[in-house]
């Protein structure tokens, strides 16, 4: 002879599962850059600041270089 749950027996049951997977479910991550799309380019290309250097003209001011 087969016996049914309560419905008390039931929404503890129910209570118990979704506690379960509550507590072990995968942390949700937000996808989100954490690379911005300049630096990620910036990257891509090899450039870093400190490899950007000025060079003085002779008739004056400076030129950029990298």
Known sequence: MHRSAS???A?????AIARFEAETAPVAVVE???VSP???AALA???GAKGIV???RE?????WQS
């Not at 929404?11 to 209570?15: G, P, T, V």
């Not at 008739?59 to 030129?63: C, D, I, L």
Request: hydrophobic share 35%; charged share 30%; glycine share 20%.
């Open 54 to 56: 000025q060079r003085h």
């Open 38 to 40: 300049w630096q990620r």
């Open 59 to 63: 008739g004056g001011g400076v030129e």
């Open 7 to 9: 419905p008390d027996e």
């Open 32 to 34: 989100g850059d954490a």
């Open 11 to 15: 929404a503890a049951i129910a209570a």
């Open 45 to 47: 290309e090899g450039v």
